[in-house]
């Protein structure tokens, strides 16, 4: 079987208080995740799970996190398993 095709990530936008994370042109039905960190230099194992899902039938996904104004900024990163 051939390796996963990771989805084009689109810049992110706020909408209602969530930053809105979207990504594109992948392999559909494949399981990911989003992470974060405060660190972008941080070992990948040491950043948190945000979001996780499904790429849906087109290789496409979108996820809302929520925006909290106490949490110092973060960095995410796009992970397929």
């Known amino acids: 079987m051939a390796p996963p095709i990771p989805p084009v990530v689109h810049a992110p936008h706020v909408s209602g208080g969530n930053l809105i994370l979207t990504a594109s042109g992948g392999t559909p039905n494949r399981a990911y995740s989003w992470v ?14 945000s979001a996780t899902g499904v790429l849906d039938g087109t290789g496409s996904c ?12 973060g960095f995410f990163r796009f992970r397929m398993p």
């Open 62 to 73: 979108s996820n809302a996190v929520p925006i909290n104004a106490t949490n110092t900024a």
């Open 36 to 49: 974060t960190s405060t660190n972008l230099l941080a070992p990948l194992g040491s950043w948190t799970v």
